[in-house]
């Protein structure tokens, strides 16, 4: 591994790794981004966050790395509603459009990311 891959796969791990404690420090934002026709939404806050936790962690052993890369994929696809619902929430309110809208393809820019360690 390079190290630029290295740089690369630390930053990714430690990317996910805070952002699945984000969960549980502040939960009200996450539930707020959360669709209403996802049930137990404060449940499956706390899964996200702990399955964020778990991928990231997991980028860090060889031996799991790839399992964590998919599952990171996964991941991002399934959260992906909870996106665009956080953008049209915010054409309605008329506020955070533009970094709501940017934050769409950039989905598709870590799923990339992510696939590099497939």
Do not use: C
């Amino acid at each position: 591994m390079s190290d630029i891959q290295f740089i690369s796969l630390i930053l990714m791990g430690g990317f996910y790794i805070y952002a699945g404690f984000s969960h549980f420090r502040v939960p009200k934002f996450f539930l707020k981004i959360t669709p209403k026709w996802v049930p137990y939404p404060e449940k499956v806050n706390i899964l996200v966050g702990v399955i964020e936790i778990v991928l990231g962690s997991g980028l860090f052993f060889a031996a799991t790395r790839h399992y964590a890369a998919w599952g990171i994929i996964a991941l991002l696809i399934a959260v992906f509603p909870a996106n665009v619902y956080h953008f049209q929430k915010s054409l309605k309110k008329k506020k955070h459009v533009i970094p709501t809208l940017i934050r769409l393809p950039i989905q598709g820019l870590l799923i990339y990311w992510a696939y590099t360690f497939v």
